[in-house]
């Protein structure tokens, strides 16, 4: 589902909505392929309803502030992961995902890689399946 | 005529697998250790996005559209400087061929630890093509993001059965004497392309020859394009 009738949402004035976001003229830009990833899925999810722009500026606002409350320097180095955790939490508080059912994909993804030899594609059930004897 | 990569990546999807398996049945040194298990922010984003793809509240298409607009945004300008420098410095030039890791570091530009970046240099009698056959293992320190077809089970796996075919198809006819080398990359082994400097590029400086060099000639499905107004 494609919504057409919404306006850019890497737009100036969407972006403008998030005052820190690591950019140049060009655009957003990023330090590793996942902060683009976390990226495209907060504008996207955006995009298709499950929240409004506004929702999203003032979820990331609040993480950004506690980090900054619990005293993490402010350089912009952490952005893309308070940016996360704040999807994490708005993914949750919309009920689009548990955060049990994340956390227990994170392990089978990361037990997917551990099974996987190198030159296979990593698959997801190769983290699911029950573990073999050791 | 002339494939787009989209289309590329549609039509030789179906046989992909097939061919994946062949690949490797091809390569009997391909035995690495395990995959590198990614950084946890990586399988957090990662655990997110299958997690609502499967429910179906994302469209992994527009992500990856997405994701494609901005994939030039981290990096394939970095990689352009270390080309343009290795063309007008062959001291450069000589330390990238042999430490890759260190040399980019001269710049300021470097991978996470664990990395190493070797750089393969195109000559007119031989052609370097980088492809990850496992994932999209990709020197992104340099690159930035891999774009989406790079990421396709398509380019993996006939990258390494018929690259010359796949070079055709990204527009690049190369000729039957020109030795084509396809270089897997991992986890812990990247490669970038040291493109030819094209002809009639003598007298720009290393900024303008820096502006010439395109993410794809530095992945090796393209050579980099001669100077404005220089023909043939």
Redesign the interface.
Known sequence: MITLNQPDPTGAEKLSSLPQLPRDVGGPVFAEPWQAQAFALAVRLSEEGHFTWKEWAATLAAELKSAADRGEPDDGSHYYHHWLAALERLVAEKGLAEPAALFARKEAWAEAYRRTPHGKPVELAAGLAPPARR | MKTSRRDFIANAGAAAAAM?DLA?AQ?PD??????????D????????????VE?G???PA??DA??D???H??GPRNGAQVVARAWVDPAFKKRLLANGTATIGELGFGGRGGDYLVVVENTPKVHNLIVC???SCYP?AVLG??PVWYKS?AYRSRAVIDPRGVLREFGLDLPQDVEIRVHDS??ELRYLVLPERPAGSEKLSEDELAALVTRDAMIGVANVPLPPGVRP
Do not use: M
């Open positions: 994946h490797h390569e391909h035995e690495h250790e395990h995959s590198l298990v990614p950084s922010p990586a399988l957090r984003v990662k655990s997110l996005e299958s997690l609502l429910k509240l994302v469209d527009a992500l997405l994701i607009t901005y994939e945004k981290i056959t496992l994932c992104w993001l891999p089970a991992t986890a």
